[in-house]
Nanobody, 124 residues
Framework: QVQLVESGGGLVQAGGSLRLSCAAS????????MGWFRQAPGKDREFVAT????????YYADSVKGRFTISRDNAKNTVYLQMNSLKPEDTAVYYC?????????????????WGQGTQVTVSS
């Protein structure tokens, strides 16, 4: 069974940091592109970051570039999102997603599997 389980969300003050983790079943993680998306209340789900399987190629949304870092530990079947210099506008439910194949993608419809989400709240 495909499973993605996020953790690490919480409440933090503006300027603070959080690290999100997404643990995946081996079937999900191997040879899959991994991504993070987020959805704020009343808004559409938006792309945050993605990382490829083999080369570790990464790509970020402009809104988080330079503040967030996506990484993966293939031995642990885990992908991380290190979030620094957090802003109130980063408040959202953050979702981990997996995409079959090797090409990174920023469109949510291209991802095949999703976690349940973890809440991140940044206070001003």
């Amino acid at each position: 069974q495909v499973q993605l389980v996020e953790s690490g969300g919480g409440l933090v003050q503006a300027g603070g940091s959080l690290r999100l983790s997404c643990a995946a079943s081996e079937h999900t993680f191997s040879n899959h592109v991994m991504g993070w998306f987020r959805q704020a209340p009343g808004k559409d789900r938006e792309f945050v970051a993605t990382i490829s399987w083999g080369t570790g190629t990464t790509y970020y949304a402009d809104s988080v570039k330079g503040r967030f870092t996506i990484s993966r530990d293939n031995a642990k079947n885990t992908v991380y999102l290190q979030m620094n210099s957090l802003k109130p506008e980063d408040t959202a439910v953050y979702y981990c997603a997996a995409k079959i194949g090797f090409r990174i993608a920023t469109i949510s419809n291209e991802y095949n599997f999703w976690g349940q989400g973890t809440q991140v709240t940044v206070s001003s």
